[in-house]
């Protein structure tokens, strides 16, 4: 099994920046894929990028492409997510999770493992 821990959350006013970062230990040589999850408020968790296990192919969504970065370090032991330009609507608990499949992918049936969530609140 693979034990995932999120940091970086905070408050953060609108068009600021936050670095979060995912910590793996245990199975490590089980994760290939890995990708960054929110979930705000009242509404159903959602993928917002991943990247593969080489590092060469990432993806992100729309509503985050061109502000975030997802990047990976450590020989696989950590991922980090750098957020620029927030707006209020990134507010949201932002997961990790973990995934054996070589490529890259936002189904959350690809992934095995889960980190328990950082809060990202953005004021306005």
């Known amino acids: 099994q693979v034990q995932l821990v999120e940091s970086g959350g905070g408050l953060v006013q609108a068009g600021g920046s936050l670095r979060l970062s995912c910590a793996a230990s245990?199975?490590?040589?089980?994760?290939?894929?890995m990708g960054w999850y929110r979930q705000a408020p009242g509404k159903e968790r959602e993928g917002i990028t991943c990247?593969?296990?080489?590092?060469?192919?990432?993806y992100y969504v729309d509503s985050v492409k061109g502000r975030f970065t997802i990047s990976r370090t450590n020989a696989r032991r950590t991922v980090s997510l750098q957020m620029s330009n927030l707006k209020p609507e990134d507010t949201a608990v932002y997961y990790c999770?973990?995934?054996?499949?070589?490529?890259?992918?936002?189904?959350?049936?690809?992934?095995?493992?889960w980190g328990q969530g950082t809060q990202v609140t953005v004021s306005s």
């Open positions: 245990g199975r490590i040589f089980s994760i290939n894929a």
């Open positions: 999770a973990a995934s054996p499949a070589s490529v890259c992918g936002l189904d959350e049936d690809l992934y095995d493992d």
């Open positions: 990247i593969s296990k080489s590092e060469d192919s990432t």
